[in-house]
T-cell receptor, first 110, second 112 residues
Framework: SQKIEQNSEALNIQEGKTATLTCNYTNYSPAYLQWYRQDPGRGPVFLLLIRENEKEKRKERLKVTFDTTLKQSLFHITASQPADSATYLCALEHDYKLSFGAGTTVTVRA | DSGVTQTPKHLITATGQRVTLRCSPRSGDLSVYWYQQSLDQGLQFLIQYYNGEERAKGNILERFSAQQFPDLHSELNLSSLELGDSALYFC???????????FGPGTRLLVL
């Protein structure tokens, strides 16, 4: 069956450190993968999209990698700040649909 | 602010009732998506419309239906409501299929 797994439910890190989140998938062949940020009680906000032929994408302090052989994407937040505290969701495209992982909640301590 | 609006923000109703959730997409977006988010299920895709036509369907219950109108706004109808339908319902829009989706603020439904 198809499955999207994000490495852990929660990640606590010190301000200034790098947070690394993992998204693994099985039985999908996505043309692209997206990462979203969601704050409590609010809608997800798009952060980055990476296509199957791209290895890495960056946007300010965010970096995403996509390894279609390992069926894995890594999401990095460098020089983390308390304002980065949120839940981060990965999403895979397939058959005109987006399927989301359960999310990883990141808490950045000052 | 994503530019996607959803009404109402909150809805409290009883089991067996019927409700309608409304979504207005961003200006110029032709695609509308509906999602359900509950604590135990995460964010689940329900249905997608593109320029008035149904484009893709997820695990949407038969008690649920949706449509997209000529002015591109969309409505999600939930009927014979059950306690388990209590969730956040999000609408998202994009310029077209396979483009970045922009999510609305959601409608929080509580079925008592």
């Amino acid at each position: 069956s198809q499955k999207i797994e994000q490495n852990s439910e929660a990640l606590n890190i010190q301000e200034g450190k790098t947070a690394t989140l993992t998204c693994n998938y099985t039985n999908y062949s996505p043309a692209y993968l997206q990462w979203y940020r969601q704050d409590p009680g609010r809608g997800p906000v798009f952060l980055l999209l990476i296509r199957e032929n791209e290895k890495e994408k960056r946007k300010e302090r965010l970096k995403v990698t996509f390894d279609t052989t390992l069926k894995q994407s890594l999401f990095h937040i460098t020089a983390s700040q308390p304002a980065d505290s949120a839940t981060y969701l990965c999403a895979l495209e397939h058959d005109y649909k987006l399927s989301f992982g359960a999310g990883t909640t990141v808490t950045v301590r000052a | 602010d994503s530019g996607v609006t959803q009404t109402p923000k909150h809805l409290i109703t009883a089991t067996g009732q019927r409700v309608t959730l409304r979504c207005s997409p961003r200006s110029g977006d032709l695609s509308v998506y509906w999602y359900q988010q509950s604590l135990d299920q995460g964010l689940q895709f329900l249905i997608q419309y593109y320029n008035g036509e149904e484009r893709a369907k997820g695990n949407i219950l038969e008690r649920f239906s949706a449509q997209q109108f000529p002015d591109l706004h969309s409505e999600l109808n939930l009927s014979s409501l059950e306690l388990g339908d209590s969730a956040l319902y999000f609408c998202a829009s994009s310029t077209g299929p396979e483009e970045t989706q922009y999510f609305g603020p959601g409608t929080r439904l509580l079925v008592l």
